[in-house]
């Protein structure tokens, strides 16, 4: 699965200057807004801030990355501790499908880290996982340079026992 991923990139930074010429110049917008990380286990929440750059109208890249702001209580062994999102950090392509001028839906895939945080009984331990994610969501725009931004992003983690992570976010999105 990484060696596609690498591939995609490849062909998308070959691709770019052709892309590129749609446009006098990429798009750029950053959004901040709240994420809910929904595992197995518990529900965490984050800050997240991105930064996306449209090469053409239909096809860009993003970074996005997080910092837990809420935590949650889990039980091991009859102990209760708790569990918290210390960050995580993720690169991915995106393409859009303008629908209208305010509109706007897109899918992304990429690549990121997050890191989980556990303490219980006084024992604590974190834990570092590498995810293959992908995603869906919508912009809306309020009006040229200001909107809102809804997503849910899977991550499938490569470790042998990953498992799998759900987000949720909801984001204030401002064009520059």
């Known amino acids: 699965m990484r060696n596609i991923l690498l591939a995609t990139a490849a062909l998308t930074l070959i691709a770019a200057p052709a892309m590129a010429q749609s446009i006098s110049s990429p798009q750029v917008s950053g959004s901040v807004g709240y994420t809910v990380l929904d595992g197995d286990d518990a529900n965490l929440g984050a800050v997240t801030g991105r930064v996306t750059a449209r090469v053409s109208p239909y096809f860009g890249v993003e970074g996005e990355a997080s910092f837990g702001v809420k935590d949650d209580d889990v ?4 102990v209760t ?24 839906l897109f899918g992304r895939v990429g690549y990121g880290t997050t ?16 995810s293959v994610n992908y995603g869906v969501g919508a912009n809306y725009f309020f009006d040229a340079q200001n909107g809102v931004r809804a997503d849910w992003t899977r991550r499938d983690f490569t470790d042998d026992n990953g498992g799998e992570l759900d987000t949720y976010g909801l984001s204030y999105v401002r064009r520059f």
Not at 75 to 78: A, D
Not at 117 to 123: E, L, R, S
């Open 81 to 104: 501790g708790d569990l918290s999102h210390e960050y995580d950090v993720a690169a991915y392509g995106v393409a859009t499908l303008p629908i209208n001028e305010n509109f706007e």
């Open 115 to 130: 890191q989980i945080k556990a303490d219980v009984a006084g024992f604590s331990a974190t834990e570092d996982g590498e």
């Open 75 to 78: 039980t091991v062994g009859g």
